[in-house]
C-alpha cells in the first residue's frame, strides 16, 4: 500500500469519527429551527448560557451534577483500586488451579447483563437506605467494575519480571515491602490506565444513575437526558450539556496522557 492510498484511508478515518462530534458542535450553537444543517445558518451561544447559569423557566446549571458524577465516580475508582491492585498481584504470582478458578469466579456477575441485576440491587439499597446517596451509588459501581480492575492489573503484574522480587527477597525485603516499593512504581502506569477506564464507565453510566439518583445525588447522564421530555426534545441543550461534561474528562486525560500512553504499550508486552 503506497503512501497516497494511505494517506486518503486515514483521511476518510478521520472524517468518519470525527463528523459526529462535528455536528454536535455545531447542533449545540444552532438556532431552533435549523437543526441538522452541516454549517449554521445563525450561531447563537444561549443555549450554553442557559446550562451554565440556569434559567427562569426552571433549567438548572450543570455544575451540581458534574460535582455529583466527579463525586461518585471517584469514590467508586479508589475502591476499586484499592482492592483490585493487591488482589490482581496476588492472582498474578499465584499461579495454581484454585487461583484461577476465584479468578474467572469474578467475572461470574460481569456475565449477566446490566439490567437483569437492577431489582435486586433495588431491593438491596431500599432495605440499606442508600438510595439516592453517594454511598449506595458508588458502591454499585463499585461492585461492577472490581472484575475489570483485578483484569487490567492482571495483565500489568504478569508483564513484571519476577527476578526483581526475588532480589528483593535475597536483599531482605518482606513481601509487602517489596510489592510497595518494587512491584508498584512498575505498575503505576497500569494503574492509571486501569483508574481512568473505571471513572470513565462510572461517568458516563445512564441506567444505575437514574434509578438509585432520584432528587439529591442526580449525575450528569440523567441530567441531559431530563432535555428530552414527552412533549419536546431539547436537541441544542442536550448537545451543549454534552459538550460541558466532557471538559472534565478532558482535563483528566490531558494530565494523565503520559502515563495512558505508557500503559497501555507497557500491558501489550511480556517479559
Known sequence: MNKTVRRILIVILLLWTLFPFYSLVVTSVTTSGSIGDLFPQKITFEYYQEIFFGSASGSKPIWPFMQNSLIIGGLATI???????????????WDTKTSQRLYLGFFILRMFPSIALLVPWYFIMNSLKLMDTYTGLSF??????LPVGIWLMK??????????EEAAWIEGASVFQTFRKVILPLASNGVAVTAVFIFI????????????SRTKIVTLPPYIAGFATAWEIHFQLMLSAALVSIIPMAIFFFLIQRYIAKGLIGGALKY
Open 155 to 164: 495483565g500489568f503484574f504478569d508483564t513484571i519480571p519476577t527476578e526483581l
Open 201 to 212: 464507565y462510572c461517568y458516563i453510566e445512564f441506567m444505575y444513575a437514574s434509578i438509585f
Open 140 to 145: 454499585i459501581y463499585f461492585i461492577f467494575q
Open 79 to 93: 475502591g476499586v483500586l484499592v482492592i483490585c491492585v493487591p488482589c490482581a498481584y496476588g492472582f498474578s504470582r
